[in-house]
């Protein structure tokens, strides 16, 4: 069976940092692309970043360029998404998915962490 | 960045109607479109991938079709179940985005 689980959300004040995990199993990990997508309370889906199997290539959207880096370990099984600066508008529920290079479906996610940026 | 347009923003419907929803991109997108399910408090499901195929699990009753800029996602037979907000995803390009979503009823 194919699992994500996500861990690491939180409250953190604006300006700070934080760094989220996405623990996987049931699949090969280090055979696909990863990707990050995020939902405001109350709001859409917006994707946020994708990596490629060996880490080689990392794409981000715009807001969070130069704030955000996604990395992986394939020994680990485990996706990361180290979020610095962050902004009141960065709270979200952050959730992995499977996916992200071409074709860009998202096939299986984890249930989501919640990220809260608030003094 | 290319904007998806979902229409309608929220639908309500009675169990049995034949539902649509239609997506519309900024730019020619090609077929690679994808259509998610998402419920109350869950993460996304992805229903159909590449316009019109049907994701493995996925009941018939769910259908997608449409190329370019214009696309539909149908549902032949609501069930209760359906409940639930649809979005469609844009792949030809990086950023990859969504539609707002659609918000289904029940009548």
């Known amino acids: 069976e194919v699992q994500l689980v996500e861990s690491g959300g939180g409250l953190v004040q604006p300006g700070g940092s934080l760094r989220l995990s996405c623990a996987v199993s049931g699949f090969t990990f280090s055979s696909y692309w990863m990707s990050w997508v995020r939902q405001a309370p109350g709001k859409g889906l917006e994707w946020v970043a994708n990596i490629k199997q060996d880490g080689s290539e990392k794409y981000y959207v715009d807001s969070v360029k130069g704030r955000f880096t996604i990395s992986r370990d394939n020994a680990k099984n485990s996706l990361y998404l180290q979020m610095n600066s962050l902004r009141a508008e960065d709270t979200a529920v952050y959730y992995c998915?499977?996916?992200?290079?071409?074709?860009?479906?998202?096939?299986?996610w984890g249930q989501g962490t919640l990220v809260t940026v608030s003094s | 960045d290319i904007q998806m347009t979902q229409s309608p923003s929220s639908l309500s419907a009675s169990v049995g109607d034949r539902v649509t929803i239609t997506c519309q991109a900024s730019q020619d997108i090609r077929n690679y479109l994808n259509w998610y399910q998402q419920k109350p408090g869950k993460a996304p499901k992805l229903l159909i991938y590449?316009?019109?195929n049907l994701e493995t699990g996925v009941p018939s009753r769910f259908s997608g079709s449409g190329s370019g800029t214009d696309f539909t996602f149908t549902i032949s037979s609501l069930q209760p179940e359906d409940i639930a907000t649809y979005y469609c995803?844009?792949?030809?390009?990086?950023?990859?985005?969504f539609g707002q979503g659609t918000k289904l009823e029940i009548k």
């Open positions: 998915a499977r996916g992200g290079g071409r074709p860009a479906r998202f096939q299986h």
């Open positions: 995803q844009q792949y030809d390009n990086l950023p990859y985005t």
């Open positions: 590449g316009a019109s």
